[in-house]
Every structure is written in C-alpha cells, then in structure tokens.
T-cell receptor, first 117, second 114 residues
Framework: GAVVSQHPSWVICKSGTSVKIECRSL??????MFWYRQFPKQSLMLMAT?????????EQGVEKDKFLINHASLTLSTLTVTSAHPEDSSFYIC?????????????FGDGTRLSIL | AQSVSQHNHHVILSEAASLELGCNYS??????LFWYVQYPGQHLQLLLK??????LVKGIKGFEAEFIKSKFSFNLRKPSVQWSDTAEYFC????????????FGTGTRLKVLA
C-alpha cells in the first residue's frame, strides 16, 4: 500500500522550454504532497508543500513563478518548471501523505531526473 | 534553523558486520524522527520512525534506532548486515507538533561486500 507514482522518470529538453512532472498517489488520497529537489551528493531539499485545493506553500528561496505547483485533486500534484535553464537540471522527488493523522509518514515517488541542454 | 547531520557519507562493510549510522539534529524542542532507505533505482522507503515512548525503535529488515535526547541523536543500527542492505540511508527530522515537513540529512551510502 501507499504507492506514489512519479512521471516521467527522466526528461531531457532544450533550454527555455517548460517541463511538467506528475506525482500521483495510486492507492490512497493524498491530502498533502511535497516536492523536493536533490543535487548530487546532497540532501533532499524541500521546495514546497501543497494541500489539495489550495495554493502551495514555497520554501524560502524557491521561485514560485519558476516552479508552478498544482494540487487539483487528492491523487495528483504537478510541478511545472517554467522556461527551464541548465541550472534547473536536478533530481526532483515528490512525496505524499494521507489523512489528518499526524503520525502518517511521507511516502515517496521514484523521482524525476531533469536535464536541460 | 533546524539541521540534520549524517557524519558518515560512505560506509563499506563486509557481510555479517555490524552497522551503526550516525544522525544528529539541531533543535531543542520536540521532534519526530525517521530513517528512510533508498535502494539503487528505487524510491525512498520508510525503515522506522520515532514519535514518543520507548527510545529504542525497531523497524523493518532487522534495523533499529535509538533516540538519545540528551545527545540529539537517532543512530541507526543493524547487528549483521547483508549484501542486500547496500543502499543509501537518510535520516529525517520533523519538528513537532504542527508541521508535516521533513528536514533530511545528506545521506549515507552503504556498500556491503559479499
């Protein structure tokens, strides 16, 4: 149980294009989803927290106009990297948690490796 | 700001050796603590978690961790590792109560030699 699917797993695109990454909870309703970014040999850095039906809360230093997050349903959140540039190349990971039970942990997707040429 | 330190970045062990991975955090209040494992090519999976009660927590696959509040530590242990334990291990802290956000350590890459 508690499977989170992330798509695509790998994307290569030209500088200036926008890229959308999907995060789906397959067998539970995700009231809260999280988006992380991971640089090589570094930790997962939280970018934003999104709750279904409301605007995402971005961490300090994360450009909300650059990284658009939508959490339109209880099973889907999307991250759109707008006008992507080589410095946006990274590994993006989503996670989700269910319900209002504070003790529920986060469940993670497989990640998306984004390479901007 | 809160932070999490994992001092061992790379660990190499032979099968059957004992394992201890360090995790220290900086926050003076109540925390929830987690260890996640990421096998090659897979997503992060929860190994164990601590919220309250017995500071010695047992998780899946024979792992355990001990919360020592006075040392701000939550070290992961396993008495006898197997080749299949080769993975990256992440410690995460959540400030409690009131937030669901995790702060992750930088991870420890464990390689177990057969």
């Amino acid at each position: 149980g508690a499977v989170v699917s992330q798509h695509p797993s790998w994307v290569i695109c030209k500088s200036g294009t926008s890229v959308k990454i999907e995060c789906r909870s397959l067998d539970f309703q995700a009231t809260t989803m999280f988006w992380y970014r991971q640089f090589p040999k570094q930790s997962l850095m939280l970018m934003a927290t999104s709750n279904e039906g409301s605007k995402a809360t971005y961490e300090q230093g994360v450009e909300k106009d650059k990284f658009l997050i939508n959490h339109a349903s209880l099973t889907l959140s999307t991250l759109t990297v707008t006008s992507a540039h080589p410095e946006d190349s990274s590994f993006y990971i989503c996670s989700a948690r269910t319900g209002e039970n504070y003790f529920q942990p986060q469940h993670f997707g497989d990640g998306t490796r984004l390479s901007i040429l | 700001a809160q932070s999490v330190s994992q001092h061992n970045h790379h660990v190499i062990l032979s099968e059957a050796a004992s394992l201890e991975l360090g995790c220290n955090y900086s926050y003076g209040g109540t925390v929830n603590l987690f260890w996640y494992v990421q096998y090659p090519g897979q997503h992060l999976q929860l190994l164990l978690k601590y919220f309250s009660g017995d500071p010695l927590v047992k998780g899946i696959k024979g792992f355990e961790a001990e919360f020592i509040k006075s040392k701000f530590s939550f070290n992961l242990r396993k008495p006898s590792v197997q080749w299949s334990d080769t993975a990256e291990y992440f410690c995460a802290v959540r400030v409690a109560p009131g937030t669901y956000k995790y702060i992750f350590g930088t991870g420890t890459r464990l390689k177990v030699l057969a």
